[in-house]
């Protein structure tokens, strides 16, 4: 049996920066605010035809406890073998003052919704998890326990649940929108899903976004799920502004982004996918 995208089934770019633009607006959505639990409200709106479970729990935080809560979608597919689909939607709080973040949340989650309404228009072999995992931003200083809890929470319940063992792939996007998009080589990215990004990349003729310089050191939400044998990637473009001084700053704003870098990535995404299904499915 062949699987694939089906007609109407490709992510679209500017739509998925229009989805950045509501986020924005909603302002500083750092886990517990009102403007946090508006961003859910507005995921939920956009997830058509799929079971969306909120994910409450509280986190043991510099700060003290912080109600927080991931958000995910399942789309049922022709097995029982899971795909991830993540990013994380909290921006950075700070005592310096907060800011609304265009690229490091709203970029990858804005592509996500448009991910997923791919995946729902598409006839998928992999049962097919859209997350958005709050409290990726650390509080004082990252590390073990500061950073990553949505991540650490998700991957802990699936591992629980005897799930983990189904996951064939969990695919991260993080600041993902950069007008100059330039998608870094994660090393501790699993390298089979490494060589699946550059080879659908290539395919594609976006083969220079992509693996020009090699991230290292680099802690995400996709390490939980590394941590515990599933092989995961993180697709990051860490190279925001010149010597990255855009991240974590109130120049990290929506002008800095362009439709055309989430279309890049989302197409990448899919032919990931699709190759994955060939793989899989013979």
């Known amino acids: 049996m062949l699987f694939g995208c089906g ?7 500017k739509l998925a920066l229009r989805h950045v633009r509501k986020q924005v607006a909603f302002g500083p959505r750092y886990p517990g605010s009102a403007a946090a639990k508006q961003a859910r409200a507005y995921f939920r709106k956009q997830l058509v035809g799929a079971e969306i479970e909120a994910q409450e729990f509280t986190a043991v935080t510099p700060a003290g406890l912080v109600r927080m809560a991931n958000l995910f979608a399942v789309y ?27 690229n490091d949340g709203p970029s990858s989650s804005g592509l996500l919704l448009e991910l997923a309404r791919a995946i729902a228009a598409r006839h998928n072999l992999f049962t097919t998890y859209i997350v958005f995992f709050d409290g990726e931003e650390c509080y004082v200083k990252w590390g073990p326990r500061d950073g990553t809890y949505g991540s650490r929470y998700f991957a802990a319940q699936l591992e629980k649940q005897g799930l983990l063992e189904l996951v064939k792939a969990m695919i991260l996007t993080d600041l993902v929108g950069d ?34 310089y090699d991230c290292r050191g ?3 939400d996709h ?8 092989p995961a990637i993180d697709l990051i473009d860490f190279d925001y502004g010149p010597n990255n001084s855009y991240w974590h700053t109130k120049k990290d704003t929506v002008d800095k982004l362009s439709a055309g870098s989430l279309q890049v990535v989302g197409d990448v995404v899919m032919e990931m996918i699709t190759r994955l299904e060939a793989v899989s499915g013979k």
């Open 218 to 220: 680099l802690e995400d």
């Open 179 to 212: 007008k100059t998009l330039n998608i870094g080589r994660d090393i501790k990215s699993s390298p089979e899903l490494l060589k699946l990004a550059e080879e659908s990349a290539a395919a594609l003729g976006y083969g220079g976004y992509f693996f020009k």
């Open 76 to 102: 049922p597919g022709a097995t029982d073998e899971i795909l991830i689909l993540a990013s994380h939607y909290d921006t950075k709080h700070l005592a310096i003052g907060d800011w609304d973040s265009a």
């Open 7 to 13: 007609k109407g089934s490709a992510p679209d770019g």
């Open 223 to 230: 390490t939980p799920f590394l941590e515990r044998g599933v």
